[in-house]
């Protein structure tokens, strides 16, 4: 005698990529769509996921992520060991482009330094 089959739930599974071809910067979602906005008006393509309102990884080339690991509100993920995982949902905000290589750190950094100091002067207004 067999069971009934039973209808399967929905698949709530994240991603969790190593980070060996890129580094990644994790920041809140809202500094890394600021970031995305500054680096696009300048003609630059960064890949960057995007989970809901809460974080937006922003993918650099691999190995320059140290330039940015004494920054405000950012987590660096980089090297074999490190990893880059978000919650159900996640998707591309911009996706990687095969024929352009992945920005380095410092491409990014101007663009993420300008929006960190416009996020915490609005906060300091209150």
Excluded at 10 to 17: E, F, L, M, S
Excluded at 47 to 76: E, I, M, N, R, Y
């Amino acid at each position: 005698m067999t069971s009934p089959p039973r209808s399967k739930p929905p698949p709530r599974a994240g991603v969790i990529v190593p980070c060996t071809r890129f580094d990644a910067l994790v920041v809140a979602h809202s500094i890394g769509m600021g970031v995305m906005l500054r680096a696009d008006a300048k003609g630059l393509h960064g890949p960057c996921l995007t989970a809901g309102l809460s974080t937006a990884p922003l993918l650099v080339a691999a190995g320059t992520s140290s330039l940015l690991a004494d920054c405000p509100q950012v987590d660096v993920s980089s090297g074999p060991d490190a990893w880059v995982a978000s919650s159900y949902g996640v998707r591309w905000d911009t996706a990687p482009d095969d024929e352009l290589p992945i920005l380095p750190a410092e491409a990014v950094r101007p663009h993420l330094a300008t929006v960190l100091k416009v996020a915490l002067a609005a906060r300091a207004q209150g």
